[in-house]
């Protein structure tokens, strides 16, 4: 039981690496791929069987695995938003709409 305990690191080494890319102030894809895999995890090992059928083991291998390939899509989106956030243009002054060719009022 222990080996297959094992494969429960997938997704966590998959979830630090996406830590590593994440930049601050938000930190999406590590909250987006940790997110996705805790509730995979979950919801896969929620009705889970052991005594039910001999090969029920070897979900505990293929779960992780299969948690882990959603994480890292999951980490790929929130790089994304990321960029798509960083990116984005800051809108800080103020345009004079009725004189346009006034300079922007400065606050």
Known sequence: ???????????????FCVGLISKPPF????????LVALTMLAYW????DLAADAQAALSLIFIPIYAS???LI????GLGLQVLFR????????????NPGNPPLKL
Do not use: C, R, W
Not at 27 to 34: A, C, K, R, W
Not at 87 to 98: A, F, G, L, W
């Open 27 to 34: 930190y999406f894809p590590v909250v987006i791929s940790t």
């Open 45 to 48: 090992h929620n009705d889970n």
């Open 74 to 77: 999951g980490g790929l989106i």
């Open 1 to 15: 039981m222990l080996f297959f305990g094992a494969f429960a690191l997938v997704p966590a080494v998959l979830v």
């Open 87 to 98: 990116t984005s243009p800051k809108k800080t002054e103020q345009v004079d709409t009725d």
């Open 69 to 71: 390939g959603l994480a």
